[in-house]
């Protein structure tokens, strides 16, 4: 193993972090572990070899911990003289005084990504050995700040522990005050920090590092925000330590990311527009602010939609006289920081208003047109352009976005396209947008779904209350479903109290669940009409996936509805997601077995891919060959009903022949393309395995293909009987010996589980997912997980854990040594035109890794 980096952190988030924050800086040599007793295994055998370049562990615990922690790290091969560096994490009790000695420098969980880097670049660059002990006393480290002050965004204060006074100010407070840092030296801490429902004095006597709400001094007056203290050493002696941070949206990212969530929380109309600009102008500190829209006849003359100005209102310049407005109306963005008064012998408007900071930006459609432009402005110029700069972007974006939504609403009205009372796409229009989504889907290889929403007993408000109770609600109703959804998505009023919905981009059917069960709760609110009359309305929804349920708009719909239809029968209040019933596979069980005879000669087999991760890289190793059927009237029909169909009637054995050699073929493309050699994984029915002339098969697939076949991997499901199929133990050797892999689908849901693993040259193990999925519900499951895991490995079987579909899961997978992982959490089974997107996209960041500038 190659000199490097050893990152030990059992919190896979900040593993992640580290190992992110260190690969982006070119530290190519990342040797990742769990605990120390992975980064023991890791560093086996390597007194040899040089030593490690550093160390950073993670300490979640206390004092003694630590002392513990750290000194397990230097008994490890080749690590007794590797600087290191520790990291607090949120919950780790113990201080940055109880670090124990050896530690080369520390830092918190938070300031990873900004801060380790350069804290070991430091230690580098005031070591001349760097590869010898780099050991500084913690209260070395104590003392160190620099990197704070002249790196991190953060305010800082230093002050002395016992006069309160203020010995350094960090340059960053100085910029977001306003205040040389002049100014500030030897202030008393009470004169330029006033705390909220608590005195100052408590607070620096406490120094416990909480936050509280508190006012800084400014050239201004005052900024609000939080603080916290915390004890320091400062040129050999005690000092405090005060952060600050500001609740200003251009200086501080948290309260910027706050404010775009309720700009863009804001309804669509000119009342939703004003709300906005005004918190863009008050949260920003801005002294100007306008809006307007380009003319769309083409005249020169645009219309203002907003103006907001912190001063007496001036004779305000006509619009073809600002010339900066002109340039951003003819797609030219403007920015300028402090400097903008140069501007004003060119422009009346900054010349009146005396603008130190300005911004102009073009508010674009989704075609790149014009519509028309946002000017902002401040007289003491923008702060953090950084964090201003996409602020004042992302609400030109939601600007842009209420004003195409408008003209397109007055369009859709004009065209009879668009619903009069709701101002939501009418059935006509949303017909036509769905044809459009999925010809944009089919080319992308995206899934939507759709969903059909009924309001349940619609009529009886109506009958009771009046039609304009009735409007009343419908209006509410289309808030709440419009607040529940992403801008990307569509509703629209289908018919009466129906609406329809696309959700797209979907990549897990859980996310849509999620948006389903978000409506169902916010539909549950009570809705007061005008009179103060309270009502409770609820709705019942069904579910439908492009492509899996069908591929065309009509039958999309037909299933969402009948689905809906299931949870009004359900009890209303709910939703349903449509499937094919077994009840209906049985009633027309033989019209299907007819249709299914000629279903591969029509096209309507598809084979989807579902890739399978390594546990610890993430990295996809392996990918599972799926079949569906896409029926022409009812859509897509689940494996479940049409695969014992087919076994029943004998297709299993062509259909089968056909994935596979489909399957193969892709494969070997994608091999040729990437550079991959992913193994693929097919499955294997009862009646294949059973088949005499499945070697010859399977041998002429290989051969037409080019296919290696140390990377085909036959699944064959555990419930198969080794009595029941005589040729299946012959047949399975056979195929290893030609070198395919066998793997044991749905482990432990039969009853040969022993017998399969001694009888059979099974390579792979993959625990069916009715145990995986009940991680952390059910103790037993858990137990059966983990004895299969320790089983096969004692049999020299590697493991593949299916239905893996939240973050718990791969915890616990990977605590107990789980191999290989599929399911949802990471990717649901993609059409070839997705999955191959999938690998371009990895391919991508490895060469972007491998570009990096050391």
């Known amino acids: ?100 000695p050896g530690i080369t420098d520390w830092l918190s969980g938070a300031q990873i990504s900004s801060e380790l880097v350069p804290r070991w670049r430091r230690s580098l660059a005031g070591n001349q050995a760097p590869h010898k002990a780099a050991a500084l006393p913690a209260t ?55 705390f909220e429902g608590i005195a100052i004095e408590q607070v620096l006597a406490d120094a416990d590092r909480s936050w509280y709400p508190c006012q800084r001094k400014s050239s201004q007056g005052v900024d609000t925000g939080q603080a916290s203290v915390r004890h320091m050493r400062h040129a050999g002696r005690d000092a405090l330590a005060l952060m600050f941070r500001s609740d200003r949206a251009d200086l501080r990212a948290e309260a910027a990311l706050s404010l775009l969530s309720r700009i863009f929380a804001s309804t669509s109309g000119v009342d939703a527009q004003i709300a906005a600009g005004r918190l863009l102008f008050d949260e920003l500190g801005l002294d100007y602010l306008a809006v307007w829209s380009a003319r769309q006849d083409g005249a020169d003359t645009p219309t203002q939609l907003l103006q907001l100005w912190s001063g007496e209102a001036p004779a305000w310049p006509p619009a073809q006289l600002q010339s900066s407005l002109q340039l951003v109306l003819a797609g030219k963005p403007m920015l300028y920081r402090a400097d903008a008064k140069r501007l004003a012998p060119i422009d009346p408007l900054l010349q009146q208003l005396d603008l130190a900071g300005f911004a102009g930006l073009p508010l674009y459609d989704e075609r790149h047109t014009v519509l028309g432009a946002m000017l902002a402005g401040s007289r003491k110029g923008f702060g953090e352009m950084g964090i201003v700069e996409p602020v004042l972007r992302c609400a030109a974006a939601r600007f842009a976005q209420v004003l195409e939504l408008g003209r397109t609403r007055e369009q859709g009205r004009a065209e009879g396209l668009v619903d009069a009372l709701t101002g939501l796409p009418n059935r006509l229009l949303f017909n036509d947008r769905l044809d459009t989504i999925i010809r944009e889907a089919t080319r992308n290889g995206e899934c939507f779904a759709v969903l059909f929403v009924d309001l349940d007993r619609f009529k009886a408000i109506n009958d009771t209350y009046g039609h304009a109770a009735g409007d009343q609600v419908l209006r509410v109703v289309t808030q709440r479903l419009c607040s529940a959804i992403r801008a990307s998505d569509t509703v629209a009023r289908y018919a009466g109290d129906e609406f329809t919905i696309v959700l797209r981009h979907i990549v897990k059917n859980d996310d849509v669940s999620r948006v389903a069960e978000k409506i169902v709760q916010v ?150 393309r990437y550079g991959l050699r992913l193994r693929l994984g097919v499955n294997l029915s009862a009646v294949q395995l059973m088949e005499p002339r499945l070697m010859e098969t399977v041998a002429s697939v290989l051969r037409e293909t080019g296919l290696d076949p140390t990377l085909l991997e036959m699944e064959i499901t555990e419930s198969v009987s080794i009595k029941a199929a005589p040729n299946l133990v012959d047949n399975l ?11 044991i689908d749905d482990f432990g849901t039969g009853a040969a589980s022993l017998d399969y693993l001694r009888r059979l040259p099974a390579d792979r193990i993959k625990i069916d997912q009715s145990f995986v999925r009940n991680i952390g519900v059910d103790p037993d499951d858990e137990a059966i997980v983990r004895a299969t895991i320790e089983m096969a490995h004692r049999l020299k079987r590697a493991v593949v854990a299916e239905g893996v579909e939240i973050e718990q899961h791969l915890q616990f997978l990977r605590t107990y040594g789980c191999d290989e992982l599929q399911g949802y959490l990471f990717c649901r089974p993609l059409q070839p035109i997705s999955f191959d997107k999938l690998l371009a996209e990895r391919q991508r960041l490895l060469e972007g890794r491998t570009t990096e500038p050391a």
């Open 140 to 194: 070395a480290a104590l003392e160190d700040y620099r990197y704070a002050f002249e790196e991190g965004d953060n305010e800082w204060l230093i002050a002395d522990a016992q006069t309160h006074h203020l010995l350094e100010v960090s340059p960053t407070l100085a910029r977001h005050s306003r205040l040389h840092a002049s100014q500030w030296e030897g202030l008393l801490l009470s004169d330029v920090l006033r």
């Open 1 to 100: 193993m190659n000199s490097g980096i050893l990152v030990v952190a059992a919190q896979r988030e900040l593993r992640r972090g580290l190992f992110d924050a260190l690969d982006q800086a070119g530290y190519s040599h990342i040797h990742s572990a769990r605990d120390l007793q992975h980064a023991a295994i890791l560093l086996e055998g390597r007194p040899s070899l040089p030593p490690l370049q550093l160390m950073v562990v993670v300490l979640a615990g206390d004092g003694q911990q630590a002392r513990n922690s750290c000194e397990q790290l230097r008994r490890l091969p080749g690590a007794v003289e590797t600087p290191l560096i520790a990291v607090l994490a949120e919950e780790a009790s113990l201080s940055p005084a109880d670090l124990p």
């Open 523 to 672: 539909m549950e609110t009570p809705l007061y009409l005008d009179d103060g009359t309270e009502l409770q309305v609820t709705a019942s929804m069904g579910l439908s996936f492009f492509p899996d349920d069908a591929g065309d708009a009509q039958t999309l719909l037909k299933h969402a509805d009948e689905a809906m239809y299931a949870a009004k029968h359900l009890g209303r209040n709910n939703f349903q997601i449509y499937e094919v019933s077994p009840e209906y596979a049985r009633e027309h069980g033989m019209a299907l077995k007819t249709r299914l005879r000629h279903a591969e000669g029509n096209g309507e087999l598809r084979v989807v891919y579902q890739p399978q991760v390594n546990t610890e890289t993430e990295d996809i190793v392996g990918m599972e060959a799926l079949v569906r059927w896409e029926h022409p009237e009812l859509g897509m029909i689940s494996p479940a009903v049409f695969i014992p169909l087919a076994e029943e009637s004998g297709l299993i054995v062509s259909i089968g022949e056909w994935v596979m050699r489909t399957a193969c073929r892709q494969a070997k493309e994608w091999e040729q």
């Open 733 to 743: 050797h056979a195929l290893h010996r030609m070198g395919c892999h066998i793997a």
